[in-house]
């Protein structure tokens, strides 16, 4: 038989990180960029800012984001986002070698 665990009477909901283009989008949504927009303007106006590519917290800025993508100019904010997605995507999955991938598996 098995026993549930003690409930310490919070309804706290876990802690969501976003990574990746989920964290680019909040970002782009603060801005409230207008489009269309180029990779330059972009890198001008906001290239310092640090992404989450993982769970783990590794970070590239939206400047390198910017130019490891094949695209200069977007006319909406979903082409801008689907731009990217390849670039966090391979950021995320090469990590920092086996022990980077093992430290995105746990949560803390």
């Known amino acids: 038989m098995a026993a549930r665990p ?5 309804d706290d909901e876990p802690e ?3 990574f990746g283009i989920a964290a680019l989008d909040a970002r782009v949504e603060e ?38 993508c094949d695209r200069e100019s ?7 986002l689907n731009a990217l997605h390849p670039v966090f995507e391979d950021e995320r999955e090469s990590g920092s070698g086996v022990l ?9």
């Open 6 to 10: 003690p409930s310490n009477d919070t």
């Open 16 to 18: 969501i990180v976003e």
């Open 31 to 68: 801005w409230g960029l207008s489009f269309p927009v180029t990779a330059t303007d972009l890198a001008g106006t906001h290239g310092d800012l640090s992404v989450a590519v993982d769970p783990a917290g590794h970070e590239m800025t939206l400047r390198e984001a910017l130019a490891r």
């Open 74 to 80: 977007f006319d909406t904010r979903q082409e801008l």
């Open 100 to 108: 980077g991938r093992l430290r995105a598996l746990v949560p803390f």
